[in-house]
């Protein structure tokens, strides 16, 4: 991972995996500083390219640089994002568009996380709340992350996330995605 300061309130961030770049994100904050946007250019793994951007408010900090509490305001992405989950008798294995794979045990103990893009020592773990939902434990290096309950829907056919950051910088609320069965 490599970070560039660009000034003037831009910066990019390139992720490369043995030389080959997975993504870049450029970031620009408003001169009033206040509002921080993000595109994200992601090397999809199936060889085709996505751009993703978020437009972030600012609730603490204030100036030209990233220091502060950024709070997702919108997101835009090129490409649908889709989650693939498969029942592997005992485990779950969720793989995302962008090739992010979990593999859910349910025993507690922490599984890492693969694809393009995790950052070394993300791991997760799940726990079985009910017939429809599970809550997952995602952390980095051990200090927990974010965690996350995905509710299905009666029918089957709607799958709920809602992902509540953990750390002294998170946002109070949690950041929900509803999908649909295809």
Not at 21 to 36: A, E, F
Not at 56 to 79: C, F, I, K, M, P
Not at 133 to 144: C, F, H, K, Y
């Amino acid at each position: 991972m490599a970070w560039k300061q660009l000034g003037g309130g831009h910066f990019e961030r390139t992720v490369t995996d043995h030389g080959k770049t997975l993504n870049i994100r450029h970031i620009s904050i408003s001169p009033d500083g206040k509002t921080l946007t993000e595109v994200m250019e992601l090397n999809r793994p199936d060889g085709t390219k996505s751009t993703t951007t978020t437009v972030y408010a600012r609730t603490s900090g204030s100036g030209q640089n990233l220091e502060g509490v950024w709070e997702a305001q919108t997101l835009h992405s090129d490409t649908p994002f889709r989650l693939s989950i498969q029942d592997l008798g005992g485990m779950l294995k969720a793989t995302t568009g962008s090739g992010t794979t979990l593999d859910l045990t349910f025993d507690g103990k922490p599984v890492g996380v693969t694809g393009p893009g995790v950052i070394s020592g993300t791991t997760t773990a799940g726990k079985i709340i009910s017939d429809r939902a599970i809550e997952i434990d995602n952390a980095r290096l051990g200090t927990p992350t974010s965690t996350a309950t995905w509710t299905l829907s009666p029918d089957g056919r709607t799958l709920t996330s809602s992902t509540l950051g953990l750390g002294p910088d998170a946002t109070k609320g949690p950041s929900v995605s509803v999908y649909l069965k295809q």
